[in-house]
């Protein structure tokens, strides 16, 4: 029972922290910036979960909710580049290329978060990830220092989405670790101003 209580405790403290900022395309306060985290690629092009994520974004900027678009995955081998695709896939949705700026060593979730608020500067988003997911986004980003709200992407109760449900126990531990080590991330590198370009007032 003691063994059950320790291994569940990560997961309650981030539903604790996090659940009263998940909420929805529509109800979600606008924000300047929404984060999309990289799920995957399959023959070069957005995964089905990364694809709903990216739409979910995309009816964010289409609404108003947000201006501009962070996607963040993982572009560490040539031939494998999450944010590009992630990229191609939202202007194909209306979301102007001057819009989008790319994280190119998202690796992981507490990576893509002290990214986005030390490589990019980004203090407060909306987060856009599945619902399986949101709570330790939420936690981890603003654990990290960006503020922020999270949509959960809604999906059917298939093998994924128990896999993911899954994987999530697991994946809590590790990040309550993250946000008591504050480890950096694998890769840091010089501060970039492409957030704050794209927040410029477009000229005529």
Avoid at 187 to 202: D, S
Wanted: net charge neutral; charged share 25%.
């Amino acid at each position: 029972m003691v063994a059950s209580v320790i291994a569940l405790a990560p997961a309650t403290w981030m539903h604790m922290v996090a659940d009263s900022r998940v909420t929805t395309v529509a109800q979600v306060p606008a924000q300047e910036v929404a984060v999309v985290f990289g799920a995957g690629l399959w023959q070069g092009r957005p995964t089905a979960y990364l694809a709903h994520r990216l739409d979910a974004a995309a009816e964010l900027y289409r609404t108003g909710k947000v201006k501009v678009v962070l996607v963040t995955g993982d572009n560490s081998r040539v031939e494998y580049d999450e944010p590009d695709a992630m990229r191609t896939y939202l202007t194909k949705r209306g979301v102007p290329d001057g819009r989008i700026v790319s994280d190119y060593a998202g690796f992981d979730t507490w990576d893509s978060c002290v990214r986005a608020k030390k490589i990019f500067g980004v203090d407060r988003a909306v987060l856009v990830t599945q619902g399986f997911h949101i709570r330790r986004a939420l936690t981890l980003c603003r654990s990290a220092g960006v503020d922020s709200y999270g949509i959960g992407v809604a999906e059917p109760r298939d093998a994924t989405w128990y896999y993911g449900g899954a994987r999530e126990m697991l994946a809590a531990g590790k990040a309550a670790l993250d946000v008591a080590l504050e480890p950096d991330p694998q890769f840091l590198g010089a501060k970039e101003k492409g957030v704050q370009e794209a927040l410029a007032p477009i000229g005529p």
